[in-house]
């Protein structure tokens, strides 16, 4: 046995949390990675909505989830996490079952575009409300960039204050590796 890391720890919480139908979120697409992921595990049946800032992001999802047959089952949004509810469908509302948040920048593109403390905790606020009982928010905070230390320390404030009697929240990274390694915060519906 092997500790995961981190990417492979997020994957295996999504992997045990979606199956084929269910509705998922990926707050920080990127360059599509995690929103394909999701895709793969939701089958066409489900369905994931894909959110990001940056055009060039939307674009190369789509072009990765096309390459993969898996375009079918999203909706990719150019829009802010912030505003994510107001872009769930009406039959998916508090239907959804798992959502992923890769927080800081996309390594190869424009590093002064950051997630922002503000409307991640928005964001994740508002998935808590739209996830169904037993269902599960994972964010993987990178913060080693400008701005990052800052989001950390409000993210981990946020989720600490959160009750307990509503949501299980995990904290999961290596505590002796260099340069400010990322790590998870798993958010669980009760
Ligand atoms: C670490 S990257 C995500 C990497 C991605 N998961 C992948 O597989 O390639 C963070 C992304 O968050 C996006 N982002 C920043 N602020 C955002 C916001 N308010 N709403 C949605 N996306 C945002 C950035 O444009 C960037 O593409």
Redesign the pocket.
Known sequence: MTLLRILDYAHSLMEDSLTEGDIAV????????????LANLVGETGHVYG????PD?IA??KARLEEHDAYVQTSLIH????NLSEHIHNDHHNQIQAG????????G??KS????PE??IA?IESLLHQVKKGGLIVL?V?HGHPGGKEEKEAVLRYVESLDQKNVRALQYGFINQKNTPPFIIALEKQ
């Open positions: 990926d707050g920080t697409c990127g360059n599509g990675h995690d929103t394909l992921f959110f990001d800032i940056q992001a190369n999802t829009d802010s996490h912030a992923i948040f890769n927080l800081g920048y996309l390594p593109s424009d575009v950051v997630t922002k409307e991640t964001s993987v990178y």
